[in-house]
């Protein structure tokens, strides 16, 4: 995981990559409103996207190539 943090009065930021458990590198930028600056609250549900980020599993697509014997010839 390589993330940035950022912050505006009462606005916390995180943005970065993230590699999937499928070894897939993911881009994410999670902008969230507080009640005050940098509240713990808020960092627990940004590492939970985190974490929900790197364990996502993206699904392969079928591969839709004809097998061999069937393959059409010129």
């Known amino acids: 995981i390589r993330a940035k ?3 505006l009065e009462n606005v916390s ?3 970065g ?4 458990q499928t070894d897939e590198l ?3 930028s999670i902008l ?3 009640d005050g ?7 627990k549900i940004q590492d939970f996207i985190i974490e929900s980020l790197h364990y996502f599993r993206i699904a392969k ?3 839709k190539s004809l097998p061999e014997s069937e393959e059409l010839s010129p």
């Open 32 to 34: 969230m409103n507080s």
């Open 37 to 43: 600056p940098r509240s713990p609250k808020l960092q």
């Open 17 to 20: 990559y993230v590699l999937s």
């Open 61 to 63: 697509k079928p591969d």
């Open 5 to 7: 943090t950022g912050s």
């Open 13 to 15: 930021a995180l943005s």
């Open 26 to 28: 993911l881009a994410f």
